[in-house]
């Protein structure tokens, strides 16, 4: 039913910023929460933000304080804002969507955007 479609990657410094979007569509869009995951190069797939259908959000422990979740239902799109960006960050950065009761484990993805951080 969602479909999910990243943009907004890129190459960066240390201590820079990107902002990534997630064009989402579907007729179940405002009932879900939305979510943004990461999987850097040889590690698991996780979770780094959530935001349920009232605006709450939530962050990863390695992004509180440096990334911002948001969303704009009237164009139907989640973002993600970055600063002080490591390169740690480096992943492929996906975003995701469910019902808030399963958002830990999203139903739906989308392809990814890379974001790669130098030092």
């Known amino acids: 039913q969602v479909q999910l479609v990243e943009s907004g990657g890129g190459s960066v410094q240390a201590g820079g910023s990107l902002r990534l979007s997630c064009a989402a569509s579907?007729?179940?869009?405002?009932?879900?929460?939305m979510a943004w995951g990461r999987q850097a190069p040889g590690q698991e797939r996780v979770l780094v933000a959530a935001?349920?259908?009232?605006?709450?959000?939530s962050y990863a422990d390695s992004v509180k304080g440096r990334f911002t979740i948001s969303k704009d239902n009237a164009k139907n799109t989640l973002y993600l804002q970055m600063n002080s960006l490591k390169p740690e960050d480096t992943a492929m950065y996906y975003c995701a969507a469910d019902v808030c009761a399963n958002i830990a484990t999203p139903d739906y993805w989308g392809q990814g955007t890379q974001v790669t951080v130098s030092s």
């Open positions: 935001i349920d259908s009232d605006g709450s959000t």
């Open positions: 579907g007729y179940t869009y405002s009932r879900y929460c």
